[in-house]
């Protein structure tokens, strides 16, 4: 067991957080707070060139080659970053979309009744049809809202009185390897862009049986969001003085941003774990770990940033929006936490 | 990143698993909690059976009479015990943990040869003299006094909060040999017996009802110097070189524990219907998370003290923090499981959720331990 980075993954996370602060600064994500709506599409290529999507595929298909670690350190470092577009939907679409792996297409999907970047994107995973724009609460990721059909529920929970685990039960999901690409559900329909000019790709995974390689490449973003956080406070309360010392002197201050690493570096065990076993039990709980980490994380440190946190100018507003935007992708939390119920059941005894 | 274990520890785990299998039947029955003669005599046999099937001082170096285990190995260890029902370290835990490794990394030879191997071959139960009624989590602000008078030590004080007091032969004792020195630096590490003249023991009743641990008064109780490890007035960095091993894997067992009581709530939940209630099975879903992640932080930890030559790092107090918490959540969640049952002592869980308020204060309080995150590892400025 050594369940550390290797040298290689160092250097991939490393590599990814210096490509995404060339191209992704804090004045690339000023800019494009304050131009909502549009995507930097030489930026997506240029992912696609440095393998971001195409990052698991294997090599003879033109991909990378590597596995669900190296692509969760890659979305952790995305999520860090607050890097904007559906990252998630055109990584999973590698290999099967054209253009997704090298960047050229950009793909989204319809998941947890909503869309983002539908109007930017070139192909919807899903049924997008009639869906509604929103005014985001997030200035960098436009939502479209799916129309509910009456029958539809919204989520479908284990069904926990029984004992078990619903089909995704303990032990490595059928077509998901670490190294090879996402299983996707082939049984849902996919619809075309009202009016639009996206293409529709076969096969898209349905709503109530969430992808748990997406929930887990999430689960990666929200950690970095949250390990990004908690370095913005850190930062903000060495320097930012009152009273004659730097605030984070006072142990109010000290104290959240002591819990907030506490919470990341618990996240951050349960989703690189997760990336090995990919075990969908493993996968929840990175999910429900990172998506708290995440949340929380953005709000203590408006709360040490004080006055100067309720402000645009301060980055923070944007990372709590946007993991208020991926809590709500794939499933919903409760569905995390029925699958684990139904664990506790299951098994000997 | 590799959670997998070689096949020499898988070997090592068959052949434990194996051992636990044939030895814990032939063990006694546990004696009650309040019979502190039979506890320690309890104790100290499951470490003479350890120490004669070779698992004694696992972790502890080879040269200290260790096995000089990796840390994967020892966590190996602690998983395989806890799973199979094997008891808990009790008495001997000062003298594993805490004081036989300090006596291993700063004692001379020859204390080294006096001390360890009773403390490997379960011969003799220590305990620990740090905490004082005004030195707790400000450990440096001790104010037990001792002086040199010829080859001993002539000390006076008290002591508090200090477990198996009752029947320990050791106390490794913190004393102000210095009062006039900065307050970390006049501090002295003795090994003081507890059968020495001038020594009181009073147990102390806990809000659980038991007597856990004793206040200890010291009236001129003669120490040898040859019972001081370390230089005079070094005591305060002799401390700090064990205390992190506390806080590295002392959780291990537990968190195996935990999630073990975690499946008995479900069932007992689903056997008086209180699993029917939303709420309460997503709480003890959100738990199972909770716990799930404690364990990966735990491997986390674990394959860096690896990497770093045994030592456990400051990753000791992220997990302490989180875990004191999730820990008392545990039990809070059994209470809603339990329902009104929760008031009956005899029910089991009550006796864990009041032992449970203990974890966010020893070992360095929830607040302490904040405060050494947010210095050590984030490098915030000292203050208030």
Same mark, same amino acid.
């Given at each position: 067991?050594?369940?550390?980075?290797?040298?290689?993954?160092?250097?991939?996370?490393?590599?990814?957080?210096?490509?995404?602060?060339?191209?992704?600064?804090?004045?690339?994500?000023?800019?494009?707070?304050?131009?909502?709506?549009?995507?930097?599409?030489?930026?997506?290529?240029?992912?696609?060139?440095?393998?971001?999507? #195409?990052?698991?595929?294997?090599?003879?298909?033109?991909?990378?080659?590597?596995?669900?670690?190296?692509?969760?350190?890659?979305?952790?470092?995305?999520?860090?970053?607050?890097?904007?577009?559906?990252?998630?939907?055109?990584?999973?679409?590698?290999?099967?979309?054209?253009?997704?792996?090298?960047?050229?297409?950009?793909?989204?999907?319809?998941?947890?009744?909503?869309?983002?970047?539908?109007?930017?994107?070139?192909?919807?995973?899903?049924?997008?049809?009639?869906?509604?724009?929103?005014?985001?609460?997030?200035?960098?990721?436009?939502?479209?809202?799916?129309?509910?059909?009456?029958?539809?529920?919204?989520?479908?929970?284990?069904?926990?009185?029984?004992?078990?685990?619903?089909?995704?039960?303990?032990?490595?999901?059928?077509?998901?390897?670490?190294?090879?690409?996402?299983?996707?559900?082939?049984?849902?329909?996919?619809?075309?862009?009202?009016?639009?000019?996206?293409?529709?790709?076969?096969?898209?995974?349905?709503?109530?049986?969430?992808?748990?390689?997406?929930?887990?490449?999430?689960?990666?973003?929200?950690?970095?969001?949250?390990?990004?956080?908690?370095?913005?406070?850190?930062?903000?309360?060495?320097?930012?003085?009152?009273?004659?010392?730097?605030?984070?002197?006072?142990?109010?201050?000290?104290?959240?941003?002591?819990?907030?690493?506490?919470?990341?570096?618990?996240?951050?065990?349960?989703?690189? #774990?997760?990336?090995?076993?990919?075990?969908?039990?493993?996968?929840?709980?990175?999910?429900?770990?990172?998506?708290?980490?995440?949340?929380?994380?953005?709000?203590?440190?408006?709360?040490?940033?004080?006055?100067?946190?309720?402000?645009?100018?301060?980055?923070?507003?944007?990372?709590?929006?946007?993991?208020?935007?991926?809590?709500?992708?794939?499933?919903?939390?409760?569905?995390?936490?029925?699958?684990?119920?139904?664990?506790?059941?299951?098994?000997?005894? | 990143?590799?959670?997998?274990?070689?096949?020499?520890?898988?070997?090592?785990?068959?052949?434990?698993?194996?051992?636990?299998?044939?030895?814990?039947?032939?063990?006694?029955?546990?004696?009650?909690?309040?019979?502190?003669?039979?506890?320690?005599?309890?104790?100290?046999?499951?470490?003479?059976?350890?120490?004669?099937?070779?698992?004694?001082?696992?972790?502890?170096?080879?040269?200290?009479?260790?096995?000089?285990?990796?840390?994967?190995?020892?966590?190996?260890?602690?998983?395989?015990?806890?799973? #199979?029902?094997?008891?808990?370290?009790?008495?001997?835990?000062?003298?594993?943990?805490?004081?036989?490794?300090?006596?291993?990394?700063?004692?001379?030879?020859?204390?080294? #040869?006096?001390?360890?191997?009773?403390?490997?071959?379960?011969?003799?139960?220590?305990?620990?003299?740090?905490?004082?009624?005004?030195?707790?989590?400000?450990?440096?602000?001790?104010?037990?006094?001792?002086?040199?008078?010829?080859?001993?030590?002539?000390?006076?004080?008290?002591?508090?909060?200090?477990?198996?007091?009752?029947?320990?032969?050791?106390?490794?004792?913190?004393?102000?040999?210095?009062?006039?020195?900065?307050?970390?630096?006049?501090?002295?590490?003795?090994?003081?017996?507890?059968?020495?003249?001038?020594?009181?023991?009073?147990?102390?009743?806990?809000?659980?009802?038991?007597?856990?641990?004793?206040?200890?008064?010291?009236?001129?109780?003669?120490?040898?110097?040859?019972?001081?490890?370390?230089?005079?007035?070094?005591?305060?960095?002799?401390?700090?070189?064990?205390?992190?091993?506390?806080?590295?894997?002392?959780?291990?067992?537990?968190?195996?524990?935990?999630?073990?009581?975690?499946?008995?709530?479900?069932?007992?939940?689903?056997?008086?219907?209180?699993?029917?209630?939303?709420?309460?099975?997503?709480?003890?879903?959100?738990?199972?998370?909770?716990?799930?992640?404690?364990?990966?932080?735990?491997?986390?930890?674990?394959?860096?003290?690896?990497?770093?030559?045994?030592?456990?790092?400051?990753?000791?107090?992220?997990?302490?923090?989180?875990?004191?918490?999730?820990?008392?959540?545990?039990?809070?969640?059994?209470?809603?499981?339990?329902?009104?049952?929760?008031?009956?002592?005899?029910?089991?869980?009550?006796?864990?959720?009041?032992?449970?308020?203990?974890?966010?204060?020893?070992?360095?309080?929830?607040?302490?331990?904040?405060?050494?995150?947010?210095?050590?590892?984030?490098?915030?400025?000292?203050?208030?």
């Amino acid at each position: 067991m050594h369940f550390q980075l290797t040298d290689d993954q160092r250097a991939l996370k490393a590599g990814v957080r210096a490509l995404l602060a060339g191209r992704f600064g804090r004045e690339a994500l000023r800019a494009a707070a304050d131009r909502p709506g549009v995507l930097d599409r030489a930026l997506w290529r240029e992912l696609g060139e440095a393998g971001f999507f #195409a990052l698991r595929l294997p090599e003879a298909e033109g991909g990378v080659g590597l596995g669900l670690p190296e692509a969760v350190l890659a979305f952790e470092e995305a999520g860090r970053a607050l890097l904007p577009g559906p990252l998630v939907a055109t990584h999973l679409a590698a290999g099967e979309v054209a253009g997704a792996a090298t960047g050229e297409t950009v793909v989204t999907a319809a998941s947890g009744g909503l869309v983002e970047w539908l109007t930017e994107a070139d192909v919807v995973r899903g049924d997008a049809t009639g869906a509604v724009p929103l005014v985001s609460v997030d200035p960098l990721t436009p939502l479209h809202r799916l129309p509910r059909s009456p029958e539809a529920s919204p989520d479908v929970f284990p069904d926990a009185s029984a004992g078990v685990s619903p089909g995704i039960s303990a032990g490595v999901l059928p077509g998901v390897s670490p190294g090879g690409s996402a299983g996707v559900s082939p049984s849902t329909s996919a619809g075309a862009l009202p009016g639009g000019s996206a293409g529709v790709s076969p096969g898209a995974s349905a709503d109530d049986e969430p992808d748990p390689v997406a929930v887990l490449l999430t689960a990666a973003e929200q950690l970095g969001g949250a390990a990004r956080t908690c370095e913005l406070a850190v930062e903000y309360a060495r320097t930012r003085k009152q009273f004659g010392q730097p605030i984070g002197a006072f142990q109010a201050v000290k104290h959240l941003c002591a819990q907030s690493l506490v919470r990341v570096e618990t996240a951050r065990a349960a989703v690189y #774990a997760a990336a090995v076993t990919v075990d969908p039990l493993d996968i929840a709980a990175a999910r429900l770990l990172a998506d708290d980490a995440a949340l929380r994380g953005a709000r203590d440190c408006l709360q040490v940033h004080g006055g100067m946190g309720f402000t645009w100018e301060a980055e923070t507003h944007l990372f709590l929006k946007r993991a208020w935007v991926r809590t709500q992708r794939m499933s919903s939390n409760t569905y995390s936490d029925e699958l684990l119920a139904a664990d506790l059941l299951s098994g000997v005894g | 990143m590799d959670l997998s274990y070689t096949p020499e520890e898988e070997e090592f785990r068959a052949r434990l698993r194996e051992w636990l299998d044939k030895v814990l039947p032939t063990l006694p029955p546990k004696p009650s909690p309040a019979d502190w003669p039979a506890r320690r005599a309890y104790d100290l046999g499951w470490q003479r059976m350890l120490y004669d099937a070779g698992y004694a001082g696992l972790h502890w170096p080879v040269d200290a009479g260790g096995r000089g285990a990796t840390p994967t190995q020892h966590l190996i260890f602690l998983e395989e015990t806890e799973n #199979a029902g094997a008891p808990y370290v009790g008495a001997n835990f000062v003298g594993l943990l805490h004081a036989g490794p300090t006596i291993a990394a700063e004692g001379t030879p020859e204390q080294r #040869a006096r001390w360890l191997p009773p403390v490997l071959r379960g011969e003799e139960v220590w305990c620990q003299g740090f905490s004082e009624p005004d030195a707790g989590s400000d450990l440096a602000s001790l104010r037990t006094r001792a002086w040199r008078d010829g080859d001993d030590y002539v000390v006076s004080g008290s002591k508090i909060w200090t477990s198996h007091a009752e029947v320990a032969d050791w106390c490794e004792l913190l004393v102000r040999t210095d009062p006039d020195a900065p307050k970390h630096k006049g501090i002295t590490w003795l090994a003081m017996p507890m059968d020495a003249p001038g020594i009181t023991v009073r147990p102390l009743r806990t809000l659980a009802g038991s007597n856990e641990f004793a206040e200890v008064f010291l009236d001129e109780v003669r120490v040898p110097v040859a019972g001081r490890v370390g230089a005079e007035n070094d005591g305060w960095r002799v401390t700090m070189v064990t205390l992190s091993f506390e806080r590295g894997t002392a959780f291990v067992g537990e968190v195996v524990a935990c999630r073990r009581v975690l499946r008995e709530l479900a069932r007992e939940a689903r056997r008086n219907g209180r699993w029917d209630d939303t709420p309460l099975r997503c709480r003890l879903g959100r738990l199972n998370a909770e716990f799930r992640a404690l364990w990966r932080l735990t491997q986390w930890n674990v394959s860096e003290a690896e990497q770093t030559g045994g030592v456990p790092g400051t990753g000791g107090s992220v997990f302490k923090l989180r875990y004191s918490h999730a820990r008392q959540e545990l039990y809070d969640a059994a209470a809603e499981v339990l329902g009104a049952d929760c008031l009956d002592l005899d029910r089991p869980w009550v006796l864990d959720r009041l032992s449970s308020l203990s974890y966010t204060i020893a070992a360095g309080t929830s607040q302490i331990q904040q405060n050494i995150v947010a210095e050590r590892i984030l490098g915030l400025p000292k203050g208030r």
